[in-house]
T-cell receptor
Framework: DAKTTQPNSMESNEEEPVHLPCNHS???????IHWYRQLPSQGPEYVIH???SNVNNRMASLAIAEDRKSSTLILHRATLRDAAVYYC??????????????FGQGTRLTINP | KAGVTQTPRYLIKTRGQQVTLSCSPI?????VSWYQQTPGQGLQFLFE???????NKGNFPGRFSGRQFSNSRSEMNVSTLELGDSALYLC?????????????FGNGTRLTVT
């Protein structure tokens, strides 16, 4: 399993963009980069995933470095509801084999009103 | 569409007892995974079931077991409970079809062992 490094915590203000970095220098060529988040008192929630190129969905954008050793999750306008622990997880997709997520410690994001 | 449902939400057991936790996946999802979350170890993978077969198993002792029924509902069992088994147990379901089939988690069962 690829190892990830994320800041323990980050803080931002409401309605401002947030850039959450993740280092995954040992990622394999077949690993996709998945992001999940866990809001207080809830189970983790899928955010986004990608392989090589940048990805966008209604929740966030994912920018992947050209060498794939790092990625950045971008929340374009943070709201109080975005306060959560964010996990970056390199993993194979379900089509490629067993579906197992290896969670690190993640980044605890605090949003100030 | 209803989400992943886990029952019960809270459970208190005594050391040495056994416990069974239940998970109902999202309708149509055939994969169910179980995770344990503790403050010290974080989220750890227990096992995954797909079409009633265990596909993958994490590094947990044999006291932890699971099964999946033909309707995709799943149960996990922990026998001879230890204090260290106190944790939030999370179930996740997935369609496992196509590249974009993320895990959908329930809100967990909080188990306290005294």
């Amino acid at each position: 399993d690829a190892k990830t490094t994320q800041p323990n915590s980050m803080e931002s203000n409401e309605e401002e963009p947030v850039h959450l970095p993740c280092n995954h220098s040992t990622i394999s060529g077949t690993d996709y980069i998945h992001w999940y988040r866990q809001l207080p008192s809830q189970g983790p929630e899928y955010v986004i995933h990608g392989l090589t190129s940048n990805v966008n969905n209604r929740m966030a954008s994912l920018a992947i470095a050209e060498d794939r050793k790092s990625s950045t999750l971008i929340l374009h306008r943070a709201t109080l509801r975005d306060a959560a622990v964010y996990y970056c997880i390199p993993t194979i997709t379900p089509l490629q084999g067993a579906q197992k997520l290896v969670f690190g410690q993640g980044t605890r994001l605090t949003i100030n009103p | 569409k209803a989400g992943v449902t886990q029952t019960p939400r809270y459970l208190i057991k005594t050391r040495g007892q056994q416990v069974t936790l239940s998970c109902s996946p999202i309708s149509g999802h055939r994969s169910v995974s179980w995770y344990q979350q503790t403050p010290g170890q974080g989220l750890q993978f227990l096992f995954e079931y797909f079409s009633e077969t265990q596909r993958n198993k994490g590094n947990f002792p044999g006291r932890f077991s699971g099964r999946q029924f033909s309707n995709s509902r799943s149960e996990m069992n922990v026998s001879t409970l230890e204090l260290g088994d106190s944790a939030l147990y999370l179930c996740a379901s997935s369609s496992r079809q196509g590249e974009n089939s993320p895990l959908h988690f329930g809100n967990g069962t909080r188990l306290t062992v005294t």
